[in-house]
């Protein structure tokens, strides 16, 4: 993963990032075919997950790091990490509107490859989200997802690290859960980093807010799978020709 092909930098130090980039590290990095990081949808966002993986690589590892997203990024707007303190650094735009808040306590590795793996494991689990975790949690709960209008919003997640003395890590889930009320839902998805000898190096917690809920069915639900499925298939082949 070359991450510095995904953004743009200017010579103050902020940075940018255009329609192409989010899109193309969704599909190709994070394996993220949400329509929101489609390069000519109207309602286009850059994916979280990149900017997760940019600030671990800028702002190093901490032991602790907690993460919570205040607005979607759109295209070429310019950003800057900006500290209030040591533990607590906001993106921002030139207005001083926040994107993104990050905590960040304990110990801290300015080890780019233990960033670079833990982006990597991370944002590759990410892209599985839909359909693998997310449907059958809707099925349990006898709630889906707006099919006309699939919206699945990224709120915030947060890693413990138990150690920074490792490099290659792989992830795992250990619990899903959705809460739902009226026609929101809070999905959480915990799970564990593991090295490269199988120990559990840390945990994580990722939660998602999904709108326009209303009673599951299984056949629109199955509809709208094949229909994601294919279209991630004509997309790959636009992406990796």
Do not use: W
Not at 30 to 40: K, M, R, T
Not at 185 to 193: D, I, P, R, V
Not at 197 to 226: A, D, P
Request: with cysteine; aromatic share 10%; glycine share 6%.
């Amino acid at each position: 993963m070359k991450l510095s092909d995904y953004y743009h930098t200017t010579d103050n130090g902020s940075f940018s990032f255009t329609r192409e980039n989010g899109s193309q590290f969704a599909k190709c990095i994070a394996g993220d075919f949400n329509p929101l990081h489609d390069v000519q949808a109207k309602k286009f966002c850059i994916p979280g997950d990149l900017l997760f993986a940019l600030s671990l690589a800028k702002l190093g590892v901490s032991k602790n790091m907690q993460f919570s997203f205040k607005g979607m990024i759109a295209q070429d707007v310019l950003l800057n990490f900006e500290c209030t303190d040591e533990e607590n650094i906001a993106v921002v735009d030139q207005d001083k509107k926040e994107y993104l808040s990050i905590n960040c306590s304990g110990e801290k590795s300015s080890d780019i490859a233990l960033a670079t793996s833990l982006a990597k494991s991370y944002v590759e689990f990410s892209g599985l989200t839909f359909p693998h975790i997310l449907v059958p949690l809707m099925a349990k709960k006898n709630a889906m997802i707006n099919p006309a209008r699939p919206l699945v919003i990224y709120q915030s997640m947060s890693i413990n690290l138990n150690t920074l003395d490792f490099t290659d890590s792989t992830l795992e889930i250990e619990d899903v859960r959705l809460d739902v009320e009226g026609k929101r839902g809070s999905a959480c998805l915990k799970f564990n980093f593991r090295d490269d000898q199988q120990r559990i190096v840390g945990k994580g917690e990722k939660i998602m807010t999904l709108s326009g809920l209303r009673e599951f069915n299984e056949e629109t639900m199955q509809q709208l799978v094949i229909e994601y499925d294919q279209r991630k298939q004509a997309l790959k082949k636009n992406f990796f020709l």
